[in-house]
């Protein structure tokens, strides 16, 4: 069974950076889709950025120029950099991970993490 450890959240003030990391507990060729969601205080859980183990990416708009996806499918990690932060980025951030398809949609997510918590305010 795959599981995944986020690390990095934090109290961070607006306009400032984190960088979150997700590591899968074993490395397998059969995850070819990373991503991080996240779920904001009484909102629906959305996909923040995405990436393929072809490199292609996706982002939420609200996100695009700020944030940036990166990974290792070898490894099985991805990071997302997260720059000019803005109190509406608070929230819990899951990685995910699963087909290709994980990189646009949850439910085709099959593994996921815990989650950690990103506070933006002042």
């Known amino acids: 069974q795959v599981q995944l450890v986020e690390s990095g959240g934090g109290l961070v003030q607006p306009g400032g950076s984190l960088t979150l990391s997700c590591a899968a507990s074993?490395?397998?060729?059969?995850?070819?889709?990373m991503a991080w969601f996240r779920q904001a205080p009484g909102k629906q859980r959305e996909l923040v950025a995405g990436?393929?183990?072809?490199?292609?990416?996706d982002y939420a708009d609200s996100v695009k120029g700020r944030f940036t996806i990166s990974s290792d499918f070898a490894k099985t990690t991805v990071n997302l950099q997260m720059n000019t932060l803005k109190s509406e980025d608070t929230g819990v951030y899951s990685c995910?991970?699963?087909?290709?398809?994980?990189?646009?949609?949850?439910?085709?997510?099959?593994?996921w993490g815990q989650g950690t918590q990103v506070t933006v305010s002042s």
């Open positions: 074993v490395s397998t060729s059969s995850i070819t889709g």
């Open positions: 995910a991970a699963g087909s290709g398809l994980c990189a646009v949609a949850a439910a085709l997510c099959n593994y």
């Open positions: 990436i393929t183990n072809g490199g292609a990416t």
